[in-house]
């Protein structure tokens, strides 16, 4: 038994600001000071707010150290762990009211939120299967094939109401009663943890904080379907997550929770690793088949389904990291307690990648139903340097832009769809006034138009064209006409391409068209972009009675398109400068430069 | 994204191929073994270069359509190798009315390659780039981490010379 706990988190936001570098210096400490036997340091998963990353816990206390340094180790050490003051400057100062320290939990951050596919991320040692048997790891395992039947496990899953978390919301129990009914001399579990939008983190922090609950969940898929073998489609991109997982599956083979005859019942399971190569497409169920089968990533058409014939033409489950992490507790806890989270037709919790405009950058595990507003005002403590809402992405490339109108709306599948954005797999970017619209549509349509995997036409030519008009808008060169022919376009892609990707490449740009039509009216009919972004519409101008006439604006400028008049403002020594806005890139360097800020953009 | 392909010539070793048919043997009986040994391969070479995925296709037993077929359809399997030293250009707008297409001309023959390439004895490659942000300091490029503004054509060969002899 040890007297304290250090919790470091070690995952890849805070790694990435050198959290191992403070796990050695904590362990050289402990060391010289002869707290060995004392204290522990534990290098966990995510703890969820990374903007304060580094992360430190000492418990039992509850203290929680943000942005630690190196250089601070010492005192903490020193001071905390060996003689018990705990050292206040250096807490998250939330967490500091007056003389007391609230705990972790009653924090703005992590008091709405509630954690079920996360419980042990920044909980446990995810390196290590006895903490996660200590956290029931594996119960639901031995209780499945031990105490109940095939149908009764699938029936559990079925009336939890668990939806698929990968984005689309396909009943999981469903899923897997397709897969069931299906005889074959092999099936197959696969595992989608090819996380590849743009700005979402949610299935990485679950692999590097807690792998052990997707292998216990998958063997429970097995046993519900008949598979023997599972295969776990990862990024490459994602080192730690990979190398965990590795661990995790050696540690539960060695335990006999994989392979053989597990539990003495008979059943055998195990799971193989597949690394991804960076293409997005293969996030759609039939394209990840074919890419674990060594090909090209393409999809192809359903049906007939993965169900029928998946991976090497055998029936298949494929279901997401963030499903798989609530499979283990449904089945310890009863449907009913799962059930009883969320809303009518979305049940449980949902996890989301805080990004963007937001302060609290991180990720947040909220029951269904939750508000946006909560998310983004409480939960993520609302949007730095007092700006303004404008829209919320959910849904990465696929999804829309949600705006203020709708920030009241309770988040779940259905609700997310009915105003033009999807839930996706969790990733929520916040933009501020600061934000063009046109601009973030341009921007996920270049994703989609690279990301296109080619086999279908309307995807792969209706997307090009599609980014085609919206440079065109975006340059001064679009068209009242033009809105309404991208609109047309978007419905014919949605409608007509084979797979997901091109079903929804179109919502970035419907749902803007549909919330912040002005702002594309801004760009074609008044060649402007109201927030300053789009380059091209942008005009610079010097405000020649602020103007001293000191020519660092000229110096700088490398179009040379800076010059000096004959006009000297009252009081100022020196004549006045001006642009020519037909030499002028719009580079910006001017406005760095100009010391009396005499210099605006619009 | 297309694909530059290299024009340097293949420079395997004995102890790299043993390496590769190494993987190739730990991966022919499994189904779907292309994508895993082609990622072997990329670890060992360092990219892909045809020679090497024609190794790959005839250890496999599959053709070498398949092979390219598959290192060209995902973005980390990369066909040209990049050099010890990554000269980057920047081709934003900013740096390209002060003159970068023409640095970019002056390194690409002060080194014998083009954009996308790289160098046959490994020391150099070089890509054109979008803006970086320095447009203050156009015209400007980037060896690895360091940035050089403010260039002119005859800055070039000295920015080259401290590499070559670093």
């Given at each position: 038994m040890y007297r304290s706990n250090v919790l470091v988190c070690g995952g890849t936001g805070c790694t990435s600001s050198n959290s191992l570098t403070i796990v050695h210096k904590l362990?050289?400490?402990?060391?010289?000071?002869?707290?060995?036997?004392?204290?522990?340091?534990?290098?966990?998963?995510?703890?969820?707010?990374?903007?304060?990353?580094?992360?430190?816990?000492?418990?039992?206390?509850?203290?929680?150290?943000?942005?630690?340094?190196?250089?601070?180790?010492?005192?903490?050490?020193?001071?905390?762990?060996?003689?018990?003051?705990?050292?206040?400057?250096?807490?998250?100062?939330?967490?500091?009211?007056?003389?007391?320290?609230?705990?972790?939990?009653?924090?703005?951050?992590?008091?709405?939120?509630?954690?079920?596919?996360?419980?042990?991320?920044?909980?446990?040692?995810?390196?290590?299967?006895?903490d996660y048997i200590a956290q029931d790891g594996y119960a639901a395992l031995g209780k499945v094939l031990t105490e109940m039947t095939p149908d009764e496990v699938i029936q559990t899953i079925l009336d939890s109401g668990l939806r698929g978390r990968g984005g689309a919301g396909f009943p999981t129990g469903l899923k897997w009663k397709f897969a069931a009914a299906n005889d074959a001399d092999q099936k197959y579990v696969c595992c989608n943890a090819d996380e590849g939008d743009p700005g979402a983190f949610m299935d990485r922090s679950v692999l590097e904080g807690d792998p052990h609950c997707l292998i216990e969940a998958m063997a429970i898929a097995g046993y519900a379907i008949g598979a023997s073998q599972g295969r776990v489609y990862v990024r490459a991109e994602y080192p730690i997550a990979v190398k965990r997982l590795q661990i995790a599956i050696g540690q539960a083979r060695e335990y006999g929770l994989l392979g053989k005859d597990i539990f003495g019942t008979g059943f055998d399971f195990d799971i193989e690793l597949r690394l991804g190569a960076g293409a997005f497409v293969c996030g759609e169920e039939t394209a990840l088949m074919t890419s674990i089968e060594g090909k090209r990533g393409e999809p192809r058409p359903r049906p007939p389904f993965p169900a029928v014939k998946g991976l090497y033409q055998k029936p298949t489950i494929l279901n997401n990291v963030e499903t798989y992490a609530n499979i283990a507790q449904i089945i310890l806890k009863g449907p009913e307690w799962f059930s009883s989270m969320g809303t009518e037709k979305s049940k449980g919790t949902k996890v989301f990648a805080l990004g963007g405009k937001i302060n609290h950058t991180g990720l947040v595990e909220i029951p269904m139903g939750t508000t946006l507003r909560e998310i983004v005002y409480e939960i993520g403590g609302g949007i730095p340097n007092g700006k303004k809402f404008k829209a919320a992405q959910t849904g990465g490339p696929s999804g829309g832009c949600i705006p203020e109108e709708h920030l009241d709306i309770e988040i779940d599948y259905d609700n997310l769809l009915a105003i033009g954005s999807m839930m996706g797999s969790g990733g929520l970017i916040v933009m501020d006034e600061d934000n063009c619209m046109v601009d973030v549509a341009k921007f996920f349509l270049e994703f989609t138009v690279d990301e296109s995997c080619g086999k279908c036409t309307p995807c792969r030519i209706g997307t090009k064209r599609l980014l085609e008009m919206l440079e065109k808008i975006t340059t001064g060169k679009g068209t009242l006409e033009m809105l309404d022919e991208m609109e047309d376009l978007c419905n014919y892609i949605k409608a007509n391409s084979l797979c997901g990707l091109g079903q929804t490449a179109p919502n970035p740009v419907l749902s803007t068209l549909r919330y912040f039509r002005n702002e594309y009216i801004a760009h074609v009919v008044d060649k402007k972009c109201p927030a300053g972004v789009c380059k091209e519409l942008l005009q610079y101008t010097i405000e020649k009675d602020k103007c001293f006439g000191c020519g660092m604006c000229a110096r700088k400028c490398p179009a040379s398109a800076i010059s000096v008049t004959d006009y000297t403002a009252p009081g100022k020594k020196k004549p006045a400068y001006e642009i020519d806005n037909n030499k002028c890139i719009k580079c910006g360097a001017c406005i760095e430069s100009c010391k009396f800020k005499a210099i605006y953009k619009g | 994204m297309q694909k530059k392909i290299s024009t340097i010539p293949f420079s395997g070793t004995p102890e790299q191929e043993a390496k590769l048919q190494d993987a190739i043997a730990r991966h022919k009986e499994d189904p779907g073994a292309v994508m895993p040994v082609l990622q072997e391969a990329q670890e060992i070479y360092g990219y892909l270069p045809i020679e090497v995925q024609t190794m790959v296709a005839e250890g496999l037993g599959v053709s070498l359509e398949e092979v390219y077929g598959v290192s060209t359809f995902y973005s980390q399997f990369a066909l040209s190798p990049k050099g010890k030293y990554n000269i980057s250009v920047c081709l934003g707008t900013a740096c390209y009315v002060k003159g970068s297409g023409d640095i970019l001309n002056k390194i690409s023959e002060q080194l014998g390659i083009g954009a996308e390439e790289c160098t046959p004895d490994g020391q150099f490659s070089l890509t054109a780039c979008r803006c970086i942000g320095a447009c203050g300091l156009a015209p400007v490029i980037t060896v690895n981490d360091d940035v050089y503004g403010r260039l002119t054509v005859d800055d070039v060969p000295y920015i080259i010379n401290k590499y070559k002899n670093a």
């Open positions: 362990q050289e400490e402990i060391e010289r000071l002869g707290l060995k036997d004392e204290v522990n340091v534990i290098t966990t998963g995510c703890f969820g707010l990374c903007a304060l990353g580094p992360i430190m816990v000492v418990y039992p206390e509850g203290s929680f150290y943000s942005m630690v340094k190196v250089e601070d180790i010492p005192e903490i050490v020193e001071e905390h762990l060996l003689k018990g003051r705990i050292v206040t400057r250096l807490l998250y100062q939330e967490t500091v009211e007056d003389d007391t320290i609230k705990s972790l939990n009653k924090t703005a951050f992590y008091e709405k939120q509630k954690r079920v596919a996360l419980r042990n991320c920044g909980v446990i040692d995810p390196e290590k299967i006895d | -």
